[in-house]
């Protein structure tokens, strides 16, 4: 199975759906891991670390997750 991680496109929003310690356990347990270039530079993780954990970095940002999913922003405080 494939996941993305998709660099976040908010002003100002400097999270990340995953870290590279994550992706090092996404891809032990058997995961594609793709994160787009860039994600992680708000959260101080650079595309090295991410690819260090068996990422593979996508330039474009259009690789997708297989089957495609979606995620929306909660409106939590």
Not at 69 to 76: F, Q, V
């Amino acid at each position: 199975m494939k996941i993305a991680i998709p660099k976040e496109r908010r002003p100002g929003e400097s999270r990340v759906a995953a870290s590279p310690d994550v992706v090092k356990k996404l891809v032990a347990l058997g995961f594609d891991v793709t994160v787009e270039k860039g994600a992680g530079s708000g959260a101080s993780f650079t595309d090295a670390a991410f690819k260090e954990a068996g990422a593979t970095i996508a330039t474009d940002g259009r690789r997708r997750s297989s089957p495609p999913m979606s995620y929306s922003r909660s409106n939590a405080p």
